[in-house]
């Protein structure tokens, strides 16, 4: 069997006043806190997980949402494993990770989401007790341009990850990353789990199919697997090529003039917008439950794509006008300079034109309430790239470019 029991069996207390016995006494209080307060022994058992040493396989670590949770699990007193891409220059594209490179408990395993060997090795050698899936290619507009390559990575990957638990750790739980581009053409507002899918580019139908695999898994073997259905989530280490930050980066380098205006796609479009670190503390409790399930996470709070620009520029000093339509929109600043245009470029060959989650059962069975508020958000990223851009003039070297 995939899934340790919930039911509190009679040897259970037995144990766990041996396993007291050796730790220090705050610690046994704190654990009967614990089983006081969370209500089953199991579950006392499990959040345990802040003195265990329990281990801890993620996929995707040196991502955005990676290096949140890899610092979260650490912590939190786990073993942590990367799975990383082999790469020639393994210095580069890992910064959002180096930090933690001098961790004791953080280690990089080789492995590829294409390469079932490579994650069959990994998790037949550390044996993890929790596994989250957080690689994918996760930039939407190039899953058009290379839609093999999503399906194989971002939907065959879960697969292979959930074949190598079966076949390797069968009790080690597993958490999907879900998004919010499985709703796509919405049937519901708010949308919450039971909204039906209608994915809108090749990305939204890959991680449909993590999805549903996962589920039948879960079914099927009856493995603790589950799937967070994560809305957009966004931070200072969001990639350059996604909307939020390429507009905090665009703006900082305007307001140091290196750029005189930004080009952007499709404004009307609606998301609900997170911080990441908030995030990734739900992708952890989803798998401190005594059952597996499946969760929507999310501000329940939407805003447009103009919205999200108009408060950026208003946090660099440019107060936006905007004005015209589709792809003649443009704003300009108080001044009378164009500040936004637009690239028709950007435009996507099917758009989710609105996303707003009901984070409602997450709040309900998880405890989760998001902590930062939009504008929260917005500030601080802004403020992070106008560090990144002062320091870089500082210093002498090119700021970064959002990639076009
Ligand atoms: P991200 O910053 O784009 O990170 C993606 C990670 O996947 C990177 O570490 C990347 O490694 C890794 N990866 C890509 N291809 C791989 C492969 N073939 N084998 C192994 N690893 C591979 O994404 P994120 O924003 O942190 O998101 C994390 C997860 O949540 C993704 O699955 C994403 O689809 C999903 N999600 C994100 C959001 C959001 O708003 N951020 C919302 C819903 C769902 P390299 O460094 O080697 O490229
Ligand atoms: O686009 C519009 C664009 O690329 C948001 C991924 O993490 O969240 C993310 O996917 C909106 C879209 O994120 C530009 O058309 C306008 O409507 O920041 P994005 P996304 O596509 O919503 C989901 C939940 C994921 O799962 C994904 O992995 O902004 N937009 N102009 C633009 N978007 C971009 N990137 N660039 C523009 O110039």
């Known amino acids: 069997m995939g899934v340790e029991t919930s039911t509190p069996d009679v040897a259970m207390p037995f144990c766990m006043l041996h396993t007291l016995s ?47 949770l890899a610092e979260l699990l650490l912590e939190k007193g786990y073993t942590v494993y990367g799975l990383v891409r082999r790469v020639s220059q393994p210095t580069s594209g890992r910064s959002l990770i180096n930090h933690l490179m001098t ?19 990994a998790v037949a050698q550390t044996q993890p007790d929790e596994f989250y899936n ?32 079966r076949k390797h750790a069968p009790m080690c739980r597993f958490y999907q990353a879900g998004s919010s581009e499985q709703y796509g053409k919405v049937r519901d507002v708010p949308q919450t789990e039971a909204t039906p899918f209608h994915p809108r580019s090749p990305y939204g139908c890959a991680k449909v199919f993590a ?25 200072p280490r969001r990639g350059l090529e996604f909307v939020t930050r390429k507009v905090t980066m665009t703006a900082a380098r305007i307001a140091h003039g290196f750029d005189e205006c930004l080009w952007i796609g499709n404004v009307n479009a609606k998301r609900d917008w997170g911080f990441a670190g908030d995030y990734v503390e739900m992708q ?34 440019m107060n936006l006008t905007w004005s015209g339509e589709g792809v003649d929109t443009i704003a300009t600043d108080q001044d009378g300079n164009v500040r936004v245009r637009t690239n028709p470029k950007f435009f996507r060959p099917a758009e989710v034109d609105l996303l707003i989650g009901d984070p409602a059962l997450a709040e309900k069975e998880l ?20 560090s990144t851009v002062q320091e870089a003039v500082d210093g002498g070297y090119a700021p970064p470019i959002p990639p076009e």
């Open 22 to 68: 050796n730790i220090p006494l705050y610690q046994r209080w704190f654990t009967l806190f614990l089983v006081l307060r969370y209500g089953t022994i199991e579950k006392g058992r499990r959040l345990q997980g802040y003195m265990s040493g329990k281990t801890a396989m993620i996929t995707g670590v040196t991502g955005q949402d990676g290096s949140y």
């Open 103 to 121: 961790n004791e408990n953080f280690h990089l395993l080789n492995g590829d989401l294409a390469d079932q060997n490579s994650i069959d090795n």
């Open 134 to 165: 957080l690689g994918a290619m996760s930039f939407v507009p190039e899953s058009w341009r290379s839609p093999m390559m999503t399906a194989d990575i971002t939907g065959l990957g879960a697969l292979r990850c959930l074949e190598a638990i």
């Open 211 to 235: 999805f549903e695999i996962t589920r039948n898994y879960r079914e099927s073997y009856d493995m603790y697997a589950c799937t967070g259905i994560l809305f957009n989530h966004e931070s």
């Open 284 to 317: 952890w409790r989803m798998l401190q439950q005594d059952t597996p399930g499946d969760f929507v996470v999310a501000t329940g709070r939407t805003h447009s794509v103009r919205d999200m620009i108009t408060l950026a520029f208003s946090h660099v000093g």
């Open 367 to 386: 405890g989760w309430v998001p902590g930062t508020s939009f504008e929260e958000l917005v500030q601080m990223m802004v403020d992070s790239d106008m």
